[in-house]
């Protein structure tokens, strides 16, 4: 596939902003951008000055995506595509593109209603990105922030919009039984080299939030497994302890944020190469581990 965009950055409305910047800056190993004048929290996992937004309000869920074409021809071939399956995008402010951080911006409403926006020339922060607790950093260059999987009622349509509209291409695809008579479908996009900028599950009912999880990728796998320890020792709740996914390879684990998705920290997800011939259903989640931790005792004072 044609390298033309990167998953630029994501945006969460939550409850309690405080304690989910706790988790992403004291155990993730993120660190704060500078906050935007509305109030609203940033986050960087590179030298850009923005790749996580976190506004205060009842959603707790994503509320914003956006990408980031490589290129003024990317830009426009990609709001062509766009605009060609029927999703039309509105130009945005001067102001708009100077909060987010970019040159310019387009924006529409994806199909379960979270805000999409279609950016060029992202912003580098001031300071060289160094985090006190990743010391071998993020996979971000020419990747983008790091993925995002939604949990879905309506599946095909927002399947169109990302493969129809974005040009993104499937990558492959998982079907398991996740309990007795419930089937999981998911499948994963590309639209550069990362396995997977996004991916969608089909869910038979409503969960109550669309966002599943964010993941980043440490270029070092002993960071996931210091991100670990570090969300043992904080009791933070472990949706699925350390594992290997079948399809795509990450070593990784996931913890529950206060908002209620999951934040995943990961390492050495397959990369993508043409012609891709990869493309083929899988029937585990994960090849080992992955498994639920209880919570842990606590002591009777």
């Keep these: 596939m044609e390298h ?34 509305d109030g609203t929290l ?19 869920d994503c509320n914003l995506v956006g990408f980031e074409a490589i290129d003024e021809a990317a830009f426009r071939a990609t709001l062509a595509r766009l605009e060609a399956a029927g999703f039309a995008l509105e130009p945005g402010t001067p102001e708009e593109a100077a909060a987010r ?10 199909p379960w209603g979270a805000r999409f926006e279609l950016v060029i020339g992202l912003a580098t922060a001031d300071t060289p990105f160094t985090s006190p607790l990743v010391a071998g950093g993020f996979q971000t260059r020419d ?3 790091g993925h995002a999987v939604f949990a879905l009622l309506g599946f095909e349509e927002a399947e169109r919009f990302f493969v129809d509209g974005l040009g993104m291409a499937q990558s492959d695809w998982i079907e398991t039984e996740i309990m007795d008579g419930v089937e999981l479908e998911v499948r994963f996009y590309h639209c550069n080299r ?14 109550g939030k669309t966002l599943h999880h964010i993941q980043v990728e440490a270029n070092e796998r ?14 933070l709740d472990f949706a699925n302890g350390l594992g290997l996914h079948d399809n795509e390879g990450a070593f990784s ?36 581990g992955h498994q639920p931790i209880p919570p842990r005792p606590t002591l009777a004072g």
């Design 4 to 37: 033309q965009l990167e998953i630029a950055y994501v945006g969460v409305e939550v409850a309690d902003p405080s304690a989910l910047a706790t988790v992403l800056t004291e155990v993730i190993g993120l660190v704060p951008g500078a906050p935007l004048e």
């Design 42 to 60: 940033t986050f960087r996992n590179d030298d850009h000055a923005h790749r996580l937004f976190v506004t205060e309000g009842p959603l707790d």
């Design 101 to 110: 951080g970019v040159e310019q911006l387009y924006s529409t409403t994806l």
């Design 143 to 145: 990747v983008g922030f």
């Design 194 to 207: 990362r396995h997977h900028s996004i991916a969608l599950a089909k869910v038979p009912f409503d969960l």
């Design 222 to 235: 002993d960071d996931v497994g210091f991100a670990f320890d570090r969300a043992w020792d904080a009791n």
């Design 253 to 288: 684990f996931y913890v529950t944020s206060p908002a209620g998705f999951l934040l995943e920290v990961g390492h050495g997800t397959k990369t993508i190469s043409e012609p891709w011939e990869q493309n083929r259903r899988y029937e585990l989640l994960s090849r080992w």
